[in-house]
């Protein structure tokens, strides 16, 4: 595996529209896509810096995995998970496997933008939690 960059920074929040807001008032980037992820329980809004993308992510059930990080965090959500991009995210999965990285999926799945996502468990990343994607 040899990520080309990074994709995007997953930050949860509480509140999109509040969230939404701020980076655009306070850091006066632009939201350009607001999209739901029916089967991950969440609702995600993106933004562009430079190559970087910053998806907030809210959650639409509070059984999400999102629900569950921002109740951990006080109730105020934070950084979530960092992202990288990969060629092929199931070879990338296999090839973390095959080096003893515990995973969270064994093969990808459909994420936000029509991106295939996979990821590695904290415990074996340092504590990061681990996004790798490809299109």
């Known amino acids: 595996m ?3 960059h990074i994709e995007h920074i997953g930050i949860a929040v509480p509140n999109l529209d509040e969230a939404i807001r701020y980076w655009e008032d306070v850091m ?3 939201c350009y ?14 933004f562009k810096i430079g190559e970087v993308k910053i998806e907030l992510l809210e959650p639409t059930s509070p ?13 105020k959500g934070g950084m979530h998970h960092i992202a990288f991009a990969v060629e092929n995210t199931d070879q990338a999965l296999a090839d973390a496997e095959a080096k003893g990285i515990r995973l969270i999926d064994k093969t990808s799945r459909g994420g936000a ?3 295939k996502i996979g ?6 990343t340092f504590a990061v939690l681990t996004e790798l994607c490809s299109k």
Request: glycine share 10%.
């Open 2 to 4: 040899k990520p080309s």
């Open 28 to 30: 006066g980037l632009e």
């Open 33 to 46: 896509n607001i999209e739901e992820v029916v089967d991950q329980k969440v609702k995600t809004a993106f």
């Open 63 to 75: 059984e999400s995995t999102i629900a569950k990080f921002i109740e951990n965090n006080g109730g």
């Open 113 to 115: 933008e029509g991106l």
């Open 119 to 124: 990821f590695l468990h904290p415990k074996s």
